[in-house]
């Protein structure tokens, strides 16, 4: 079946401090991939997409074919960060989403 | 301004009663999407729709239908609501034209069953 996992529930990290929210994937063929991202009381929105191959508010994904992975990084977390960030696949022409990371950025 | 709406947002009602959650977007998207979430869950997709007069069920089983009679509408519907019906449910739109067909959410219903 195509999902996507991700493990950690809640990762609390100081202030300048270096962030990497792990995804997996199980897709079969080439994947597309996305991390969306909710703030305290705000929508679920696009961060960034893996075709873009962009960086957003200082975010990077990388696309790991051989580990399927996308994780997210960015190596000095804001306390601006501090949200929920899904991980989330298309497949078939339809989104799965992982079950989310809540970032805590300490300051 | 282009935008998502769900009303309600929250919704507090008894068992076996009927009710609607409303979704509308003003993005002109053709594509829209109802999704139900549990506190620290996943997005489970319940419904979607490619356009008018076309709707399909999701990979997590829902007892709600939906309608999609005009591009910018697509409400869902629980003929008659159970406690297990307890949950958050969003509704998105995205348009298929775009490259990457990111999706736009709307506010988000919260749903008590008691």
């Known amino acids: 079946a195509q999902r996507v996992t991700q493990p950690e529930k809640l990762l609390s990290v100081f202030k300048g401090a270096p962030v990497e929210l792990k995804c997996n994937y199980s897709?079969?063929?080439?994947?597309?991939l996305f991390w969306y991202v909710q703030y305290s009381r705000q929508r679920l929105q696009l961060l960034l997409r893996?075709?873009s191959r962009e960086s957003i508010k200082g975010f990077t994904a990388d696309l790991n074919k051989g580990e399927t992975s996308f994780h997210l990084k960015k190596p000095f977390a804001q306390e601006e960060d501090s949200a929920m960030y899904y991980c989330?696949?298309?497949?078939?022409?339809?989104?799965?989403f992982g079950s989310g990371t809540k970032l805590n950025v300490k300051p | 301004e282009a935008d998502i709406y769900q009303t309600p947002r929250y919704l507090v009602i008894g068992t076996g009663k009927k009710i609607t959650l409303e979704c509308s977007q003003t993005?002109?998207?053709?594509?829209m999407y109802w999704y139900q979430q549990d506190p620290g869950m996943e997005l489970h997709l319940i419904h979607y729709?490619?356009?008018?007069?076309?709707?399909e069920k999701g990979d997590l089983s829902s007892e709600s239908t939906v309608s999609r009679i005009r591009t910018e509408h697509f409400p869902l519907t629980l003929e008659s609501a159970r406690p297990s019906h307890t949950s958050q449910y969003l509704c998105?739109?995205?348009?298929?034209?775009?490259?990457?067909?990111?999706?736009?959410f709307g506010p988000g219903t919260r749903l008590t069953v008691l």
């Open positions: 893996h075709i």
């Open positions: 897709y079969s063929g080439s994947p597309e």
């Open positions: 989330a696949g298309v497949g078939s022409g339809k989104f799965y």
């Open positions: 729709s490619y356009g008018v007069n076309s709707t």
């Open positions: 998105a739109s995205s348009d298929s034209t775009s490259p990457g067909d990111e999706q736009f």
């Open positions: 993005m002109g998207h053709d594509k």
